[in-house]
Structures are given as structure tokens and as C-alpha cells.
Antibody, heavy 121, light 109 residues
Framework: EVQLVQSGAEVKKPGESLKISCKGS????????IGWVRQRPGKGLEWMGI????????RYSPSFQGQVTFSADKSISTAYLQWSSLKASDTAMYYC??????????????WGQGTLVTVSS | SYELTQPPSVSVSPGQTARITCSGD??????ASWYQQKPGQAPVLVIY???ERPSGIPERFSGSSSGTIVTLTISGVQAEDEADYYC????????????FGTGTKVTVL
């Protein structure tokens, strides 16, 4: 069974750095892309981007380019999302998901449980 | 930036059919997927490649495509289908790899 388990909730102050994680199991982690999705409180889903775990190739949404960094460590089947300087507007639930592509269609097949990030002074 | 537009809400009585639309200029050239999200839970994939259903998703969920509009249909709606639904697709221009729709709240009366 494919499982993605994310790290726990975080409370940070503006300007602080943060790295959250997403650990996969039940499949060959290094052979798939992992995506990140933001959901602000009471709002919709936002596609942040994807990283290919095998070689760390990344694709960012223009809205998130330069604002966050994706990374991965295939030796421990873990992907990461990090910020160097958090803002209050980064307060949101963040989901990781396995990105599948089949016959010209790409989609998020399996999702993590989410990591709630709260940024407040 | 590319946008996928959905109606904010759809209301349906139990046993009836709910139809949720998603419109976008690139949809004639790009496949769409659909996700269900219940309160406090992570999204779940219910349709991919416009009309394919993942294993474990009930047959009452179906998808279709026509021009710039894709549609998620829930036949014989049940109370447990009350949730937010999001479409997702790609931008054929390449400016943004993938985007989600604006989301639709389905209320079962």
C-alpha cells in the first residue's frame, strides 16, 4: 500500500526558516515525482510544484518559484519542502502527494495527511 | 496565469444526480483529474484522464469532457458525498505546469 507520512504541525515566527518532510513507503520512492500543494485556511488547493526524487529535477509553479525550495533524499525515501524566511501569509496546510503520469495525463494519486504550518508573531 | 473555473456550490437531494463543471481554455488539449476533499481530510483522487476511475472509487462517480468543459457526475448521490471537489489540469502554454480549479462545495440536502 502506498503511504506518504508527513511531519507534524509547526508554529513559527515571521522570518524563521522551516523544513517539513514527507516519507514514502509501499512503492519505489525514487521512481516517482512528489508534488506539494498548499491550502490556506478556508481556501482552495494550490499547485506548488513537483520534484523527481530520482535526480531532484524540480518544476515550480510561477507563484511559488523563489519562495520555497523542494529537495529529496532517496536513500531514506523522504521529500522536503523548505522556507528560508517565513511570512504570515505562509500559514496554511501543506500536502505532499505522489505525482503519477499515464498516457499524457498527470495527477496526484496518493496524498499525505498534511502538515499545518502556522506563522505568527 | 491559467485558470480553471468551477461553480462555487452545487446542491442535490439524496439519490439524485450532481454535475460539477470545470472550464478552461486548454481543456480540449489537456486531460483533467478530479479530487474529493471532506472537512479536515486530505484530498482523494476520484477521476483521472477525464473519465478513468481509480480502484476503490464507487461507480457512481464518472467524468466526461466536451471542448473547454469537463464534468464530474455523481449519480445516486449519498450523504457521504458531501464534500469539496476540485478539478486539475495542465496549462498547454507551459507557463504553469498544473493548476487546480476554484473548487465546488457539494451539499446533500
Amino acid at each position: 500500500e502506498v503511504q506518504l507520512v508527513q511531519s507534524g504541525a509547526e508554529v513559527k515566527k515571521p522570518g524563521e526558516s522551516l523544513k517539513i518532510s514527507c516519507k514514502g513507503s509501499g512503492y519505489r520512492f525514487s521512481s516517482y515525482w512528489i508534488g506539494w500543494v498548499r491550502q490556506r485556511p478556508g481556501k482552495g488547493l494550490e499547485w506548488m510544484g513537483i520534484i523527481y526524487v530520482g535526480d531532484s529535477d524540480t518544476r515550480y509553479s510561477p507563484s511559488f518559484q523563489g519562495q520555497v525550495t523542494f529537495s529529496a533524499d532517496k536513500s531514506i525515501s523522504t521529500a522536503y519542502l523548505q522556507w528560508s524566511s517565513l511570512k504570515a501569509s505562509d500559514t496554511a496546510m501543506y500536502y505532499c502527494a505522489r505525482h503519477n503520469c499515464s498516457g499524457g495525463n498527470c495527477y496526484f494519486h496518493s496524498w499525505g495527511q498534511g502538515t499545518l504550518v502556522t506563522v505568527s508573531s | 496565469s491559467y485558470e480553471l473555473t468551477q461553480p462555487p456550490s452545487v446542491s442535490v437531494s439524496p439519490g439524485q444526480t450532481a454535475r460539477i463543471t470545470c472550464s478552461g481554455d486548454a481543456l480540449p488539449k489537456q486531460y483533467a483529474s478530479w479530487y474529493q476533499q471532506k472537512p479536515g481530510q486530505a484530498p482523494v483522487l476520484v477521476i483521472y484522464k477525464d473519465s478513468e476511475r481509480p480502484s476503490g472509487i464507487p461507480e457512481r462517480f464518472s467524468g466526461s469532457s466536451s471542448g473547454t468543459i469537463v464534468t464530474l457526475t455523481i449519480s445516486g448521490v449519498q450523504a457521504e458525498d458531501e464534500a469539496d471537489y476540485y478539478c486539475q489540469s495542465a496549462d498547454s502554454s507551459g507557463s504553469s505546469p498544473y493548476v487546480f480549479g476554484t473548487g465546488t462545495k457539494v451539499t446533500v440536502l
